[in-house]
């Protein structure tokens, strides 16, 4: 079956998701657990409390409860996925599913150790049409999710985004003082090239992530125009990616 939307904007609507999970059983962007799960395991003890942002109905929550983590909450905006997953995993105690939107988290400060979105904000941004230049609403959401994600960790604790943007792209979404975070990057194969970004919350951006802040605070930039493309090319290039 083809849950290949018509449009790429519809990635950013709830109703979307809710007709794909209605019909979609299981689906991991990006690849399974397996693909990453080494790189994952460098920032993630099992006795952490783990928060997943926009789950959907990935195996990865259930994989990684299996490989032995125990407090996994599970969110998504999307009230189909929340309602099948918590079903699925009626038999895992410590696994919470709630169907909440991640720019308005309702837990208090400092509740997790690790947070995990993947694909998530990959959802937000595919409409744009270049990335060196979000529109002002899909920069404030992502703000706005980001800095919720920042109050909701714990000193120490770390944001894991798994995408398939490339730092060039990706970083400048997380280069904000106002996060208190550093950033590392790593890369894995799931077929084709993803990435793992690590956010530790407390440390300070390195030189060049400050810099990298500070031009864009700076200067209005204009992007080049080989990243400028049209709609039917936007979602080609995006869909050849990663809805294989
Ligand atoms: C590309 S899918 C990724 C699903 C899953 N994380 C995976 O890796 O396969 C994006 C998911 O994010 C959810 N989502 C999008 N925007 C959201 C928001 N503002 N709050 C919570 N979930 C959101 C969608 O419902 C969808 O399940």
């Known amino acids: 079956m083809n849950y290949l939307p ?20 299981t689906y991991d962007w990006f690849g399974s657990f397996c693909k990453f799960r080494y790189l994952l395991e ?47 995993h009626k038999d895992c105690p ?4 709630h169907e909440m939107d991640m720019q308005e988290l309702s837990f208090p400060d400092a509740s997790f150790d ?33 800095t919720e ?3 909701c960790l714990k000193p120490g604790g770390r944001l894991v985004s798994i995408t398939f943007a ?16 550093s950033i590392k990057t790593y890369s894995y194969d799931g077929g084709f090239e993803y990435y793992m970004y690590v956010m530790t919350k407390g440390e300070k951006l390195s030189s060049e992530d400050a810099a990298l802040e500070k031009q864009q605070t700076e200067r209005n930039e204009t992007p080049p125009d080989i990243v400028t493309l049209p709609e039917d090319k936007t979602a080609d290039d995006f869909l050849s990616r990663i809805d294989l």
């Open 94 to 97: 410590g696994m919470t599913w």
């Open 6 to 25: 018509e449009n790429n904007s519809r990635y950013k609507h709830v109703e979307y998701w809710d007709d794909r999970y209605r019909a979609e059983e």
């Open 149 to 151: 994600v920042s109050r």
């Open 166 to 181: 490339s730092p060039f792209i990706r970083k400048r979404l997380y280069t904000h003082t106002d996060y208190s975070w």
């Open 114 to 146: 690790v947070i995990i979105e993947k694909g998530t904000l990959d959802a937000i941004t595919v409409e744009e049409k270049s990335p060196w230049n979000l529109s002002s609403q899909t920069a404030a959401t992502i703000h706005k999710a980001l």
């Open 42 to 88: 460098n920032h993630i003890k099992k006795e952490d409390c783990i928060l997943v942002l926009g789950c959907g109905n990935s195996s990865m929550s259930g994989d990684m409860y299996s490989a032995g983590y125990r407090s996994i909450t599970n969110i998504d905006y999307s009230s189909v996925c929340i309602h099948a997953m918590s079903a699925r």
